[in-house]
């Protein structure tokens, strides 16, 4: 089924779509930052966590 459609409404579904467009870019980028602050605080914890081990060693074999 085909729907007609006039100019106006073509230009208004054009802008629509670019709004959804750059929504959609500024969801992506919030997403990113969530990942790498995810990323950051989970190696911190790593290493905090190696360092740890790290120092039990030391303290087990002093």
Do not use: G
């Not at 602050?37 to 039990?56: G, P």
């Amino acid at each position: 089924m085909k729907i007609k459609i006039n100019q106006k409404q073509k230009k208004d579904l054009l802008e629509l779509e670019k709004w959804f467009d750059l929504e959609l870019v500024k969801l992506r980028k919030r997403q990113l930052e969530i990942l790498k602050k995810y990323d950051k605080r989970k190696s911190l914890l790593l290493q905090s966590k190696v360092l740890k081990n790290i120092t039990d060693l030391k303290d087990y074999y002093a």
